[in-house]
């Protein structure tokens, strides 16, 4: 397999997992890392063992194939499309883009440069959820018809020591943790067709709760409370609640209900976890979990061992050119999720359905073998 030069842009909290987690995977050979902050930069470079550099040398750089995108969801589209035109493959963080025009147009300027475009969320590629695609296409559960999914929380402010972003424009749970939840979505249960939504902010202002801003008040400028109703291609009807307003809950992250039974699947920000079933006659029980090679633990998390193998994403991209075929993560995906989370804003403002203007095939799934192939040791 061909080796991959990658260069990051953007040295921040996120970076760490794509320069600890790359090296698990055939092909990408992490090299160099740039930051509007040099020290940054500097200081994740010399700790990872990678070269920094300015955002000009690394687009520049003749050894650097494909840049990770991990600046600000602000600056992505602008960022994204530096790398394309500087020749080089892209992959984003989540969410890629923030409006569909802006989606539109890296995709033709993709096409122009004869590029790939990627985008995170690739946490649907984990074990769990990938086996719970297996179950649905396999019938398990019999024709999807309807379900539900929840993010809710107090808010970031609570634990972000700089939560401001996080409430304005661009921001906000459907934008922030949508991803997640509607990418795994899609990939189980196919495009959306058209969407409803009711919005509004719990609250004018967040006041931080850690670090040296405590007791500081931030402004709210975007909706922090969706709920909203989501029509699938398929006929699937899912209730869709996005929330920074809650103290508690007792939703499931994602619960599906079919025509033969029901699935219960773990958080969708995570590649693992438990999964259960219920039959036809309602009795829920265990699912044996699939051994899985991006379902393993690997981390431990304040005394919780998860899975987490960011970066899959963006090895299943650089394999594919190579294969010629079609990439998971893609941005005909990415872009469909954001044209369905822009539609909700575009619902809670108005109190209209809003249909759908793009759609995307559902991504090939990943098995356990699929999976041991893009691994340096799949064990």
């Not at 991006?294 to 061992?305: E, I, K, M, S, V």
Request: aromatic letters at 6%.
């Amino acid at each position: 397999m061909t080796t991959h030069g990658v260069g990051i842009i953007g040295a921040g909290n996120i970076s760490t997992s794509y320069l600890e987690l790359a090296p698990l995977f055939k092909g990408l050979d992490v090299r160099a890392i740039s930051d509007l902050k040099p020290e940054i930069a500097e200081a994740q470079a010399k700790k990872h063992g990678v070269r920094a550099c300015t955002t000009d040398e690394l687009l520049a750089a003749d050894d650097i194939d494909v840049i990770i995108n991990l600046t600000i969801p602000d600056a992505h589209f602008d960022v994204t499309s530096a790398i394309l035109k500087a020749g080089k493959h892209a992959y984003s963080e989540k969410p890629y883009v923030l409006t569909l025009a802006q989606g539109e147009a890296l995709r033709a300027l993709a096409a122009e440069k004869g590029l790939r475009v990627g985008s995170a969320p690739d946490t649907f590629l984990g074990g769990t959820h990938q086996q719970a695609r297996a179950m649905i296409d396999q019938g398990a559960i019999g024709t999807v018809t309807s379900g539900t999914a929840h993010i809710m929380s107090r808010g970031m402010e609570h634990w972000h020591p700089n939560p401001d972003f996080f409430f304005q424009p661009g921001g906000g749970p459907v934008l922030d943790m949508g991803p997640y939840y509607i990418t795994n979505l899609v990939q189980l249960l196919g495009p959306v067709k058209r969407v409803a939504a009711l919005a509004s902010m719990g609250s004018a202002t967040r006041t931080i709760g850690t670090g040296p801003r405590r007791g500081e008040t931030v402004p709210v400028d975007t909706p922090t409370n969706i709920h909203a109703l989501l029509e699938f291609a398929s006929g699937a009807t899912i209730n869709f609640s996005a929330s920074w307003d809650v103290k508690a809950h007792h939703h499931r992250e994602m619960e599906l209900y079919g025509s033969d039974g029901c699935l219960f699947l773990p958080d969708p920000n995570f590649f693992g976890g438990g999964l259960e079933m219920a039959d036809a006659d309602g009795k829920v029980t265990a699912v044996d979990v699939w051994d899985h090679p991006l379902g393993r633990a690997n981390q431990d998390h304040g005394g919780t061992a998860q899975a987490n193998y960011r970066a899959i994403g963006l090895a299943d991209m650089m394999a594919a050119i190579a294969e010629d075929r079609p990439h998971r993560c893609s941005l005909e995906l990415a872009t469909h999720v954001v044209d369905v989370m822009t539609s909700l804003l575009r619902s809670g403002e108005t109190g209209s359905f809003v249909d759908l203007s793009t759609t995307c095939e559902r991504p090939a799934p990943l098995d356990p073998g699929a999976a041991g192939a893009l691994m340096r040791n799949a064990g």
